[in-house]
């Protein structure tokens, strides 16, 4: 299973990015789906997640400016990310908890995408 992350870049304080994140490999289902980000020196935080029924969750410095959605028929993830802020500015990582062949739920990550948010 793979998790692969796309759409960060340099963008202005205001400015809008979505990120994306496709699941592929021996899928059989797909549970849990979230976001994380870790700033240089700062450990990794959540920045949201969304259950399988599509109940999203948000950190509080976010909420208001980002929404995180979700497609099952193409097992990806996306965070819709407005008026960014300098704080915003981390590598984000996509998580998701996959059953696979063995019919076990274990998490997976994305290999991350930085998103740099200038003043």
């Known amino acids: 299973v793979q998790l692969q992350a796309f759409g960060g870049g340099l963008v202005q304080a205001g400015d809008t990015l979505r990120l994306s994140c496709a699941t592929s490999?021996?899928?059989?289902?797909?549970?849990?789906m979230g976001w994380y980000r870790q700033a240089p020196g700062k450990e990794r935080e959540l920045v949201a997640i969304?259950?399988?029924?599509?109940?999203?969750n948000y950190r509080d410095s976010v909420k208001g400016r980002f929404t995180i959605s979700r497609d099952n028929a193409k097992n990806s993830v996306y965070l819709q990310m407005n008026s960014l802020k300098p704080e915003d500015t981390a590598v984000y990582f996509c998580?998701?908890?996959?059953?696979?062949?063995?019919?076990?739920?274990?998490?997976?990550w994305g290999q991350g995408t930085l998103v740099t948010v200038s003043s």
């Open positions: 998580y998701a908890v996959v059953s696979t062949v063995d019919f076990t739920m274990r998490p997976y």
């Open positions: 969304i259950g399988s029924g599509g109940t999203p």
């Open positions: 490999g021996s899928v059989l289902g797909i549970g849990i």
